[in-house]
């Protein structure tokens, strides 16, 4: 499997949100709601569970 390289502007576009939310999810700052969970788990190939599990 070839793995893609995708930036949180890109990651944010696909989505419909913004690159500072997207960013803003990733240091923990602030959590992603279900549906857009369900839009990151379709952009990046993987399942959305994964994506909601907390540390």
Partial sequence: MRRQII???GLAKVC???AVH???IERGGRRAGRKL???LGKAL???AGL???DD
């Fill in 37 to 39: 969970l369900a839009k």
């Fill in 51 to 53: 994506l909601a599990q």
């Fill in 16 to 18: 419909a949100t913004s």
């Fill in 45 to 47: 190939n993987v399942d």
């Fill in 7 to 9: 930036t949180q502007g």
């Fill in 22 to 24: 997207i960013s803003q």
